[in-house]
């Protein structure tokens, strides 16, 4: 079958490595892709919201199945718009519908779920310009640190945690009344800080079933000990050393079932990936937030530990025999660290040459900000590359992907030498 892609991150190209090893996969495609997808796909120019170009390279191309990398096309419908298009209705898309997608398009729409289905969350309200000043009396209802967070989607950036009341009122009159995050702001969830580790939980569901992948632990911050600025992720674990059976199990019972049973009551059609951020608060995990997508860097190494055919899968998920499917998992662990530019998540400079990719041998390079350029491999984005490696134990997994960013260079890389600390 044909497949392709939409993206053009260290997620996209992880997704494009394992559907290439499928004897299922004829030709692969990638839009708009990356210089990693360009060696094991064809790159297709274009934006992953355009949905006729999409139309036009799924009709030119015979493609069967699309999987959809980041949350914008999903929160914008195009599930939805191939289901009702007469040429494309009968290809499957990885991806939730647009109503199921709220839960990631509006944090608001996600508390109101969670509640409703009593899936453990943080307590919180909601606020806009019209009552602001209610939010600020809210706030002083709480102990610090205070969480606002942006109701729509702000590229991972729209969620603010702050110790001081003065500052985090000043912060709420800026996201709501001057617009901090455009759109995404014109509602902001303030929620009570909930205080343990924070750990990701993946879910594959046809709309019926659901199969769990491996436990992961992102790591945000830009800065060692977790410090500075957030951003889109700067190294990831996979499995999640904290997580016990016993733990496991809490999650599945208390968060992942009455999820899915959840998108089956309200009629919220779900055919895709679920990432639930979670926070493991004492024994207890507690719902942060969802997305209706793989995470990045996540991905990076959930997916390098599936053993079973991903092609296999997808149609499962488009045929809704998911549960048919026996999910195997490597036992090794992988970790995967992410080389960044120079000033991310600031302003930083692109168009740097990416030298040493052919001298590494122990770990995979998944690219994600980088492209081809007259035969050299340059910077692109702020997130450049994911170093993703094997080993028995985490530990030995970093210090190898470690060793192998020794091999690489390109102009004010930057990168963080303790992914892996607080474990």
Not at 200 to 225: H, M, Q, W
Not at 312 to 333: C, P, Q, V, Y
Request: hydrophobic share 40%; proline share 4%.
């Amino acid at each position: 079958m044909n497949i392709l892609v939409l993206g053009s991150g260290g997620r996209e190209h992880t997704f494009a490595w394992k559907i290439a090893q499928s004897e299922r996969c004829n030709n692969l495609f990638v839009m708009p892709g990356n210089s990693g997808t360009a060696a094991i796909a064809k790159n297709i120019s274009g934006s992953v919201t355009d949905f006729e170009a999409i139309k036009d390279t799924v009709l030119t191309n015979n493609i069967n199945v699309v999987v959809v990398g980041p949350e914008d096309p999903l929160v914008q419908g195009i599930h939805d718009f191939f289901l009702q298009d007469k040429d494309l209705k009968n290809v499957s898309v990885i991806g939730p519908q647009k109503a199921a997608a709220e839960l990631e398009g509006s944090k608001e729409f996600a508390k109101e779920f969670m509640t409703r289905h009593n899936i453990p969350t943080a307590a919180y309200q909601s606020f806009t310009k019209a009552n602001v000043e209610e939010g600020y009396s809210f706030l002083e209802t709480l102990k610090p640190p205070y969480v606002l967070k942006a109701d729509g989607l702000a590229a991972g950036k729209g969620v603010l945690i702050l110790n001081d009341l003065n500052e985090a009122k000043t912060e709420l009159k800026k996201m709501l009344v001057d617009a901090k995050f455009g759109n995404a702001s014109t509602k902001v969830v303030i929620e009570e800080f909930l205080d343990g580790i924070e750990l990701s939980c993946f879910v594959l569901t046809d709309g019926e079933n659901y199969k769990i992948l491996p436990t992961a632990k992102d790591y945000k911050r830009i800065g060692e000990g977790d410090t500075g600025l957030n951003t889109g992720g700067m190294g990831a674990v996979s499995p999640v050393p904290f997580a016990t059976e016993d733990f496991l199990d809490k999650i599945e019972n208390q968060i992942v079932k009455p999820t899915v049973d959840g998108l089956k009551k309200d009629n919220l059609p779900y055919v895709g990936f679920i990432f639930i951020g979670l926070i493991k608060v004492g024994d207890d995990p507690k719902v942060i937030e969802y997305n209706v997508r793989m995470g990045d860097p996540e991905t990076e190494v959930v997916l390098p530990r599936l053993k079973t055919d991903l092609v296999e899968i997808f149609e499962a998920m488009g045929n809704k025999t998911l549960s048919e499917i026996n999910i195997e998992i490597d036992e090794r662990a992988a970790t995967t660290i992410m080389l960044v530019s120079g000033g991310y998540p600031e302003t930083y400079e692109k168009g740097k040459e990416i030298s040493g990719v052919e001298n590494v041998n122990d770990s995979i390079l998944f690219h994600a900000g980088s492209k081809n350029d007259g035969g050299r491999i340059v910077t692109s984005g702020g997130r450049v590359m994911a170093i993703t490696s094997f080993g028995n134990t985490y530990q030995e997994a970093i210090k190898k992907s470690y060793q192998s960013i020794e091999k690489l260079h390109f102009d004010k890389m930057y990168y963080r030498k303790d992914i892996g600390f607080d474990l």
